[in-house]
Every structure is written in structure tokens, then in C-alpha cells.
T-cell receptor, first 112, second 112 residues
Framework: DAKTTQPNSMESNEEEPVHLPCNHS???????IHWYRQLPSQGPEYVIH???SNVNNRMASLAIAEDRKSSTLILHRATLRDAAVYYC?????????????FGTGTLLAVQP | DGGITQSPKYLFRKEGQNVTLSCEQN?????MYWYRQDPGQGLRLIYY???????QKGDIAEGYSVSREKKESFPLTVTSAQKNPTAFYLC???????????FGEGSRLTVL
């Protein structure tokens, strides 16, 4: 299974943009890049996903490198409610298996 | 509203007792998953099921068992063979076509 690498922690100030990086150098052509975030003592929630092109939704933007070996989750204006652990994972569609492997994620601290 | 319901939210058990955690979804999803999370760690996959009456071991299946007799239900039994069962357990499901993973609120098991 393709693995992802993320920094253990990052800090941001409220109202400023945040760029959360993820490396996935062994990504295959059929792997989608998914991002989830988890608040303390809660289940993770879906944030965004993409394959090759950059993606935007109401929560965030996803910038994918041209070679797809890295991606960046962008929170345009961080709020205190964005403080969470952010997971970058790879998801293969259409294969024999459908499991998702989570790493340890990036703990984002947002300062007021 | 549609979603995933895990119960109980908190559970205390004595060492050597089997424990069954419930997971029910009304999202009509084919695939369901069980993850374990230890303090400060990411999620580790225990078991997953892509269709009724079928399931596969994840990365840490030893000491756990599951069943998938109905599409809506995927209970997890933590057996006495699990050496360190105290953890936060998360159930998830997704529609195979879309891929977005939906999580329950988790069950926190403490073995005394």
C-alpha cells in the first residue's frame, strides 16, 4: 500500500492561510489523494479529495503537484475550529481491496 | 438523518472478558471498516468488509472478530486474546463509487 508522509505538527495564526504538506512518492496512477481531519475524541471527517487537478470546496483547497508525488491542503483563513489532526491518505479505486491506511497525521494548532 | 451510530460510547470491562462494539449505518453503504486509535497515534485498520457476508483482515486483526450478516451492521468483538484492548475504536463506511469515508463518533473501551 502506498504510504504518505506528513509533518507531525504545525502552527498557524487565526485568520491566516495554512498550507499542510503531504508527500506520497510511491503513489500509483489509480490512487486518489484524500484528506480528513479529526477533532479530539471524535471520528475523522472528510475534507477533500482529488486525483490530478487542483480541487476546491467550501472547507479547503487541494493543490496536487504535477508529478503527483506531493500535495498540499490549503485552509484559506484558519479559525480556532480548524485546530485538529489532519490526515492525508491514498485511496485506490476499483481494485480488489478497498482499505484506507491512515498515518499519524499533522496536528494543527491555531493561535488567536 | 443518515449516518453511522456506534454504541456504547464508553465501555469498561474486566480483563479476560469478551466485548462486542456495535456499528450501524443507514447510508446504504456497501463497505464498512473498523479502526483502532491509541493516544497520540493515527488510525490502524482492524477489519473491513466490502459486501455482506464477506470481510478481510486489516493490519491488526489478531484478538478481534467481526461479522457482516446485514448490510447495515458490522459489529466488532474484542476477545480475551487481544493483549492490549484499551483504545478508542472507530467504525466507518463508504459507498464504493464515491469513496468518501463516513465515521461514527467512536467507542472508548477501557479494560481494567
Amino acid at each position: 500500500d502506498a504510504k504518505t508522509t506528513q509533518p507531525n505538527s504545525m502552527e498557524s495564526n487565526e485568520e491566516e492561510p495554512v498550507h499542510l504538506p503531504c508527500n506520497h512518492s510511491t503513489i500509483s496512477g489509480t490512487d486518489y489523494i484524500h484528506w480528513y481531519r479529526q477533532l479530539p475524541s471524535q471520528g475523522p471527517e472528510y475534507v477533500i479529495h482529488g486525483l490530478t487537478s487542483n480541487v476546491n470546496n467550501r472547507m479547503a483547497s487541494l493543490a496536487i503537484a504535477e508529478d503527483r508525488k506531493s500535495s498540499t491542503l490549503i485552509l484559506h483563513r484558519a479559525t480556532l475550529r480548524d485546530a485538529a489532526v489532519y490526515y492525508c491518505i491514498l485511496r485506490t479505486y476499483g481494485g480488489a481491496t478497498n482499505k484506507l491506511i491512515f498515518g499519524t497525521g499533522t496536528l494543527l494548532a491555531v493561535q488567536p | 438523518d443518515g449516518g453511522i451510530t456506534q454504541s456504547p460510547k464508553y465501555l469498561f470491562r474486566k480483563e479476560g472478558q469478551n466485548v462486542t462494539l456495535s456499528c450501524e449505518q443507514n447510508l446504504n453503504h456497501d463497505a464498512m471498516y473498523w479502526y483502532r486509535q491509541d493516544p497520540g497515534q493515527g488510525l490502524r485498520l482492524i477489519y473491513y468488509s466490502q459486501i455482506v457476508n464477506d470481510f478481510q483482515k486489516g493490519d491488526i486483526a489478531e484478538g478481534y472478530s467481526v461479522s457482516r450478516e446485514k448490510k447495515e451492521s458490522f459489529p466488532l468483538t474484542v476477545t480475551s486474546a487481544q493483549k492490549n484492548p484499551t483504545a478508542f475504536y472507530l467504525c466507518a463506511s463508504n459507498a464504493r463509487a464515491t469513496g468518501e469515508l463516513f465515521f461514527g463518533e467512536g467507542s472508548r473501551l477501557t479494560v481494567l
